[in-house]
């Protein structure tokens, strides 16, 4: 069962570069109620989809500067990296079948 | 098999939770369906300085993991996923997640309100690139930053005086020429130095490419357009009630809050019960929200024994 990784700034390039798959990326921080209520429905997709799909997440508080890069402005927000480039982008908490279709391409 | 409950509570406010308190404390066994956004809106806002019994004040979400701690401590049991069709023609009422059936011979609706959003293109557009509905959530990335408030009531000045902590300035802007919000809010924020209030001005637009820079305003009175530089804008101009679960088969009022009898929480539907935001458009308190979770719990006690004692 994959679970969700925490990366760091200085970890984050190496893991996009070396994913196989897409890579979803979390981009919350302690502070953000939204961020917890959505930590559980990443739990469950990185668990269901581990074959598919790997899940991190980045703390932006500790970790600002890939937040910066990829100029996040709301938390949470999730991206999708394929072969180390934004393929698709959603913020805001959702639910796990509203999320599911957002991902659907990258799940496939 | 459907899980049959005495009670069914659905949603994980205020209300919701302090109905799970007394119905778990009348050994009703409850059972919560916490939803997405569990613990409701104070998990979106920082100090709660009128809660009774916490003289220094507390955190929303702190306040909330308490709420839920003690309804936790007499039994209460919780399904961390959203209610998604429910159906009330007869007892007992039933509630779908996901391919999982729950069902209550009574059942409480506590699904709060949700932040209303001012329905601009340029709005959807540019959610998550500057335009935000949490403060608490997103006012760190506008550190130095001039930003906009749009609102006139408690919580819009609650947000602005917390955005102060890191923009450069916080502009309100405000359709009306006098807030909403308490005075004690309005003295606060008129008082900040880093605040402007723009009054009897309405957002038009939002403009920026991959972010925003600034908002075509629209003065109430006059008509005349004017702009604004800012790099996030914070939307907090009310909420609407969430029962689009219950169209059609609840009584709701034109706004679309749930229609409970004069001094209680019953609904149209017998058995069915509304506590909190979801059928208060006045007073929207956490205090009024627990108030009327804990008579939807005791009106729901009641029409239980009563059910029982008429078989």
């Known amino acids: 069962m994959a679970e969700v990784?925490?990366?760091?700034?200085?970890?984050?390039?190496?893991?996009?570069?070396q994913a196989?798959?897409?890579?979803?990326?979390?981009?919350?921080?302690?502070?953000?109620?939204?961020?917890k209520q959505i930590a559980p429905v990443l739990d469950d997709i990185a668990a269901q989809y581990a074959d598919r799909l790997t899940v991190a997440k980045i703390d932006i508080d500790a970790n600002p500067n890939v937040a910066r890069r990829y100029s996040v402005m709301s938390i949470p927000t999730l991206v999708v990296f394929v072969d180390g480039d934004i393929a698709t982008r959603v913020v805001g908490a959702r639910t796990k079948e509203r999320l599911l279709d957002d991902?659907?391409?990258?799940l496939g | 098999m459907t899980d049959v409950r005495d009670v069914l509570i659905v949603g994980s406010g205020p209300a919701g939770l302090t109905a799970a308190i007394y119905a778990a404390r009348a050994n009703l066994s409850p059972l919560v369906i916490e939803g997405l956004g569990a613990g409701g809106q104070l998990m979106l806002t920082t100090e709660v300085e009128n809660f009774p019994?916490?003289?220094?004040?507390?955190?929303?979400?702190?306040?909330?993991?308490?709420?839920?701690?003690?309804?936790?401590?007499?039994?209460?049991?919780?399904?961390?996923a959203d209610a998604e069709a429910v159906d009330l023609r007869e007892a007992p009422f039933r509630a779908r997640v996901g391919s999982t059936e729950y069902a209550g011979r009574s059942l409480i609706i506590s699904t709060g309100a949700s932040a209303r959003m001012l329905g601009l293109e340029s709005e959807r557009r540019l959610l998550g690139h500057g335009v935000s509905t949490c403060a608490?959530?997103?006012?760190?990335f506008f550190r130095e930053l001039p930003i906009a408030v749009v609102g006139g009531g408690d919580s819009a000045l609650e947000e602005a005086i917390f955005l102060t902590k890191f923009a450069s300035s916080v502009t309100i802007i405000h359709r009306r020429d006098e807030f909403r919000a308490s005075k004690i809010m309005q003295d606060r924020a008129l008082a900040n130095p880093k605040i402007t209030v723009r009054w009897n001005s309405a957002v038009e637009e939002m403009v920026g490419d991959a972010k925003v820079e600034r908002l075509i305003l629209r003065d109430t009175i006059t008509n005349e357009k004017s702009e604004l530089d800012v790099a996030g804008v914070f939307v907090a101009i009310g909420h609407t009630p969430n029962t689009s679960l219950f169209e059609g088969q609840l009584d709701l009022d034109a706004n679309g809050y749930i229609v409970t009898q004069p001094d209680s929480t019953k609904t149209s539907v017998e058995g069915v019960f509304a506590a909190g935001d979801v059928q208060d458009h006045v007073f929207r308190q956490a205090i009024t929200a627990a108030g009327s979770g804990c008579m939807a719990a005791i009106e729901a006690e009641r029409w239980l024994e009563a059910v029982a004692h008429a078989h």
Do not use: K
Not at chain 2, 136 to 140: A, I
């Open chain 1, 20 to 35: 196989t798959g897409p890579v979803l990326v979390d981009f919350w921080a302690d502070w953000c109620g939204p961020c």
């Open chain 1, 103 to 106: 991902l659907a391409e990258y």
């Open chain 2, 53 to 80: 019994g916490f003289p220094e004040g507390i955190l929303g979400p702190d306040l909330m993991a308490r709420f839920r701690e003690q309804a936790v401590r007499f039994g209460t049991e919780f399904i961390t």
């Open chain 2, 136 to 140: 608490t959530c997103d006012g760190f």
């Open chain 1, 5 to 17: 990784a925490n990366v760091t700034d200085a970890e984050f390039d190496s893991l996009i570069s």
